[in-house]
Structure formats: structure tokens, C-alpha cells
């Protein structure tokens, strides 16, 4: 696999670049935005880990709901808090 380094782009440049990626993946198999997605789920749909999705929801960036001893994400708002800022 092809190592790619970033220099010289600032973290709100990336997200900008990405976001347009992950529509893409999200239109290739659309799923109801109301959606409740696992933490699995999350996890892929973003690329990262378990350890960055749990600091996430402790900071409160993402909202996580429990259902029995289960933990769940809404689609809609997991999308909504990745999108860029519009300036």
C-alpha cells in the first residue's frame, strides 16, 4: 500500500477534502438517515477507532444513545457532526 504524508494542510483542509468522499460511500448504499448505527458501525464509517469514537462521545461531539446493555448512534446526527464548518 502507498504511504501518503501530509505537510503544510491543516486538519479543517482535510475534513473539507474527505467529506465529499464519504457522500460518495454514503450514496453508494443509502441507508434512512434516522438509521441507528452500532458502535462498529461508527467506527468504520469513520476510520477510526474504538478508543477515538469513546472520546469523542465523553467530549460530547457525538451523542450516543444505550439500549439495554447496547450501545447505538444516530446516522443522521454521527453525519452531522462530521460535516465541514461552512464559512
Not at 9 to 25: G, W
Request: contains cysteine.
Amino acid at each position: 500500500m502507498k504511504q501518503i504524508f501530509l505537510q503544510g494542510i491543516s486538519l479543517q483542509e482535510l475534513v473539507d477534502a474527505l467529506y465529499p468522499l464519504m457522500q460518495l460511500k454514503q450514496v453508494d448504499s443509502p441507508q434512512p438517515l434516522n438509521d441507528l448505527m452500532t458502535r462498529k458501525e461508527v467506527c468504520a464509517l469513520l476510520s477510526i477507532n474504538f478508543s477515538t469514537l469513546w472520546k469523542h462521545t465523553k467530549s460530547g461531539k457525538l451523542k450516543s444513545l444505550g439500549i439495554g446493555n447496547r450501545v447505538f448512534y444516530s446516522r443522521e446526527q454521527v453525519l452531522q457532526a462530521v460535516k465541514p464548518l461552512n464559512f
